[in-house]
């Protein structure tokens, strides 16, 4: 049975499984004690920590082990901050950050900070340039830059090395959070903070990665607590410590080889994935990525229904669809790149994935998509340059009320009344569903209509787009 | 090699070893996500709730899992005192807490909240009279009280549905650190908000456990996160929350048989100690106490030595005295119960100790705590009602210059010149070691002499002493 959500989580590399399995032999006492079996798990610690310092370019004292990556993010960020308050109390994040970075920011704005995010191209990408701006035009000193290596939905690899230039430049401390990427590799450049999550790598729960560089101004902010060099309380979680730490490094050494193999599975989901389905996007940078994450929307697709499907044929896969989130928002991601959202699949695959299990993934999907846009009644899939079809004048201006409808409905009714209007028409939708905002502009980039934009309803937004094609 | 501090970290239990072997293989993936994986993750989830939720005596909905008991603790208090911020700022504890209650009371005071701390008796018991007053003698409302369900270091058990009472009749929820505790019992009484540490009752390392009753106002702090209800960020640690579960549940069944028998080898310490070892004082309440827990302090004993000697014998104890701790404090729980800090030592069974253990450990000790007083050149254990050796007309009154020199040395010093005064002389000893504060005080106690009190000296701190038997 394929799992492809890695990028959510990893089934536990069996290098993980069999050195958690000795540490919980050898390491559940507590390190702080001096007797012998203290000092075993001391031994365990120091040595989980300089291997993982190793991997991640960093020196050992560098390094704390927390109880989740959102945990390392929410402490580094935090005590980033306060080390630096008394210069200024901005803080910069791209608009594609993970929400453990974004709900940071909320609270540093909501405790009087003020924050910028920097936008993203339609690839997903920062440009080095607006960090430089953000932090030139910051409303006050920055306190703080972070930046993830590589994005967790679509794949795209940031330019962290030329932002931390950026930042460098500017005297202002980077944290990268380095999630989807450090069991890739190290991240490149002259980073100040990073933060990773085991269970990302095939590591087990429980271990996230905060690494400080000396010379770094940090202020852990909470109660004190003499573990972790004061920067993550608690009990240290050591066999899950000492899982992760030995399955970074195997994960490393095999690193280069699997990145390959998988790049190529990825491609051939890329490449084919558009021409088996009709009206798809592929999105996310097609070669500076991960090597073992793709991303696409399906038009006129319910995108809890498809993964429902792909579930029931074997295939785990997440999405950035509204419908598969309790906000009944589409992911902040796909909004922030301007890419189509309804239909949206992650496929992420795990080290040694089968090739097998892709193509039969490519086999099966089309159909399953057929299948989904026949229920919610797309329109069929308009082969390029099909005129019209005749009928009596078409009025120049429709109006189609989606009020109540949710994704992928509206985006289905617009298409079908778009062929109902001249050239140059103008079909007005009236949704109160999130995702339309982001899908209706989608769809017209996608068909080569004209986004008109948007305005407030008596109920809802109208949504205006004139016809081209 | 007798283990004998469980109450740092308790091996872990066979079961919990064997719930974290399955869980690892079934319960690896994100239990928000919808396909099978997932789905897997979301039901041991669950069942692992319920579970703990029973032994706790709480409503699932009302428990979540954290990262730790420190983190149980810290944000606990945090959010309790958040959810009750327009009440009042005003925050009750024991001052016998865990260190990580009063570290987040530190936190509270700095940001502007009032404290108070209520004392505790000889025996570290606190009187639920004194609870009461400090929530009707409060500078402004109060938001939270804290109180432990037993000690950590001496094993007293609190008097915590008497003191839930006075909290309920004041309107004042009252949070109980079970840390200790719960592996032998729920928490009695009418308790707002528990915490607790899996690793303590042989659990694995990573899990904490915090309830918070229906009806508690509640106001989690630091960036918002989906998961465990918006109460415990990061991505759970799914495995370990299994083994936690599972562990409990089984320690629980074997608690009251296993408390009985531990109860016996506990007593067999309390009693012979002090009989076999001259000049030593077993703290914490005798009846009204934890099964598995007795601390005693041996004076003219240096704490790490004796540790030292008993690892050296195979025996892993822990010691709240000066010496051990990377503060050169004595245990704030000894401090606040007025007793004899130095060669203070802890000992703790885990379940299945072997009574010949204890009777070696027993065996073992008279002469270790013998050799380390003739390495400090103690004075030698004086037979009640010996009398003064003849000499010289004494001196009324003699200075002892202990500066620089730390515990046992002030205390072995006094005791060496106390004899050379008549009865009624006075003996002042110059320190500026702080176990000296604590032990010079406890030492009068224990040999029947009078003291008198402290005051600034040019170097350190003078403690004064009467010669009274």
């Known amino acids: 049975m394929p799992y492809f959500d890695t990028a959510s989580s990893a089934p536990l590399h069996p290098v993980a499984r069999q050195a958690l399995l000795a540490a919980l032999d050898e390491g559940w006492a507590d390190p702080a004690r001096l007797y012998r ?20 370019g960093c020196r050992p004292d560098e390094l704390v082990f927390t109880g989740s990556g959102t945990r390392a993010l929410h402490d580094g960020i935090a005590g980033a901050l306060a080390g630096r308050r008394r210069v200024g109390r901005h803080l910069v994040v791209s608009a594609v950050e993970h929400s453990a970075v974004l709900h940071a920011a909320e609270v540093h704005r909501a405790g009087g900070g003020t924050v910028t995010e920097v936008p993203v191209d339609r690839t997903g990408a920062v440009a080095p340039g607006a960090y430089a701006a953000a932090l030139a035009d910051a409303p006050e000193p920055t306190a703080l830059a972070c930046l993830q290596s590589a994005n967790h939905e679509v794949g795209t690899e940031q330019p962290v090395a030329e932002v931390a230039e950026e ?26 903070l990073l933060t990773a999550s085991a269970h990302k790598w095939g590591g087990p ?57 998988l790049r190529e599975l990825v491609d051939r989901i890329r490449t084919r994935v558009p021409r088996l389905v009709p009206e798809v996007e592929v999105v996310g940078d097609p070669v500076r990525r991960l090597p073992h994450l793709v991303t696409f929307s399906c038009l006129y697709v319910d995108g809890e229904t498809l993964l429902h499907e792909l579930d029931r044929a074997g295939f785990s896969v997440s999405s950035g669809s509204s419908c598969t989130s309790s906000t009944l928002e589409p992911s902040h991601v ?36 057929r299948s989904v846009r026949e229920r919610f009644g797309a329109p069929a899939a308009a082969a390029p340059g099909t005129p019209a079809p005749a009928a009596a004048a078409p009025a120049a201006e429709r109006v189609v009320d989606s009020l109540g409808k949710r994704c992928p409905i509206p985006v289905i009714e617009l298409a079908k009344v778009i062929g109902e209007v001249p050239t140059g028409g103008v079909v007005t939708v009236l949704s109160d569903d999130e995702a339309a905002r982001l899908d209706i502009p989608a769809w017209c980039e996608m068909r080569g209509h004209e986004y008109l934009g948007e305005r407030p309803a008596e109920r809802g937004t109208a949504y205006r787009v004139a016809r081209r094609a």
């Open 334 to 369: 796909l909004r922030a790149m301007g890419v189509l959202s309804e239909g949206n699949v992650r496929v992420s695959l795990p080290t040694g994935t089968d090739p097998s299990d892709v193509e039969r993934f490519l086999e099966l999907l089309p159909g399953l998509v």
């Open 205 to 261: 729960a429980g271990v996230g990665l905060l690494a400080v560089r000396k010379g770094v101004r940090y202020a852990p902010q909470g109660p004190r607590d003499e573990r972790e060099s004061g920067r993550a309380p608690g009990f240290e979680n050591l066999p899950a410590i000492v899982a992760a730490a030995a399955s970074l490094q195997v994960v490393r050494q095999e690193a280069a080889a699997e990145a390959a193999r």
């Open 167 to 192: 930042c460098r430049a500017a005297g202002v401390p980077l944290l990268v959070d380095a999630a989807q990427s450090l069991g890739w590799g190290p991240v490149p450049g002259g980073w100040s």
């Open 37 to 56: 079996e203290g000092r075993r798990a001391r031994l365990l610690l120091d040595a989980a920590r300089e291997a993982a310092a190793a991997a991640v």
